[in-house]
């Protein structure tokens, strides 16, 4: 099935994510998008109208998207509908769940929408060949270079751009935005940074803003920000720890002290890498377990007869 004939069911509790989420899944070719913003919501629109693929976010009010999952299992109508998970951070125990529930793939946040397609296209691939030729091919990442984290350094002054990013040249891939509109821009492309060190008080858009925004889209909902600023008054912090950063830093910079809590905080990084790595290799097993079985399961026939 072409693209432009697939509908798809987005269940996401965040209002402004779920419809970013939608306007990008369309300017990607796919004909209709519906949208729920629970998941007892998503299970009465999959009753009432056809749908070829459901993704849906673990973490709703209500029923979260495992016992979506598992609703749509136990009914013969829904039962084989190909089902991607999103999550800002999956258990082995509910990974293992998913998998036996026949899950299609997750995706640990944050992702890119261009990573969403590619997992669409492999769990569609049976019934949708067209998509073949509909999507660019992503080249793979070098196998024999490790990817470093990549860093972005937000800042008006380029004295400061210059001096922050100077600090992690060494270690990671270090991007600069001089406002907050390309920082955006960066953020929310198919090259997401890692980590965000972020300026409150920049012409036009300010820091806070950037933070606000950031937080709406699926791409940077989860990235970790520090705010690194001259706005040292409690208030302040207070608001740039409310809007979702993990650390607050007062300027002038402690370097050495930045580039510890940078050092740090990498962990929780490739933390959430290491899931998506973990959950693609539980699945994969249990992929090869099942051809085995299904093989075993021949030899056994042929024997029989």
């Known amino acids: 099935m072409h693209p432009s004939k697939t509908t798809v069911l987005l269940a996401e509790g965040a209002s ?178 890692d980590l965000i060190l972020l300026d409150v008080m920049m012409p036009g858009m300010d820091g806070f803003e950037v933070a606000r925004r950031l937080r709406e889209h699926h791409a940077s909902e989860c990235t970790p920000i520090i705010f690194v600023t001259a706005m040292t008054d409690e208030a302040s912090r207070h608001q740039g720890l409310s809007l979702g950063a993990i650390d607050y830093v007062f300027k002038p910079i402690e370097p050495e002290l930045l580039r510890l809590r940078v050092s740090n905080l990498m962990y929780y990084v490739e933390h959430r890498k290491q899931l998506q790595r973990d959950f693609d290799q539980l699945q994969e097993n249990s992929r090869l377990q099942a051809e085995v079985e299904r093989l075993r399961a021949e030899v056994k026939g042929l024997r029989g007869g």
């Open 16 to 193: 402004a994510m779920r419809q970013a989420l939608a306007s990008q899944l369309q300017t990607f070719g796919f004909g209709q998008v519906l949208q729920a913003r629970d998941g007892t919501r998503a299970l009465q629109m999959l009753r009432a109208e056809p749908v070829h693929v459901v993704i849906c976010d673990l973490d709703m009010q209500g029923m979260d998207g495992l016992s979506v999952l598992e609703a749509m299992r136990a009914d013969p109508k829904l039962a084989g509908l190909p089902f991607i998970l999103m999550s800002g951070g999956l258990d082995r125990d509910s990974a293992s769940r998913a998998i036996r529930l026949g899950i299609g793939d997750l995706l640990v946040k944050p992702f890119t929408v261009r990573r969403l397609i590619e997992r669409m296209h492999r769990v569609l691939q049976r019934d949708a060949q067209a998509l073949v030729s509909a999507l660019e091919p992503v080249p793979e990442p070098s196998a024999t270079e490790p990817e470093r984290a990549t860093i972005l350094v937000v800042d008006d002054t380029p004295d400061n751009l210059q001096l922050v990013a100077g600090l992690f040249r060494d270690r990671f891939k270090v991007k600069i935005a001089h406002n907050g509109e390309k920082a955006l821009a960066i953020c929310q492309s198919d090259a997401p940074p």
